[in-house]
């Protein structure tokens, strides 16, 4: 079963975003293992709490501008 984990920080996308990204690579790895592999694909997309993940010291947190606004 193709399995796909994607993190994000939370609140940064949408529900409608989050929807398109499943689709998307569930048909990225349909094209790699045939349409046999669509209903065993899993996607899963973590939101990470803000402050929550770092690079090189430098904790993030995500600015308001850049939350998603749910419609």
């Known amino acids: 079963m193709p399995f796909v984990n994607i993190k994000i920080p939370e609140a940064a996308l949408s529900r409608k975003q989050k929807e398109e990204i499943v689709h998307r690579a569930t ?14 694909t899993m996607v899963l997309i ?13 904790v993030f947190v995500i600015p308001d501008a850049y939350r998603a606004v749910d419609a």
């Not at 048909?27 to 065993?40: G, S, W």
């Not at 973590?46 to 430098?58: F, I, L, Q, S, T």
């Open 27 to 40: 048909d990225m790895l349909v094209d790699y293992f045939t349409e046999a592999a669509r209903p065993h």
């Open 46 to 58: 973590e939101e990470v709490k803000d402050g929550g993940y770092a690079r090189a010291d430098e």
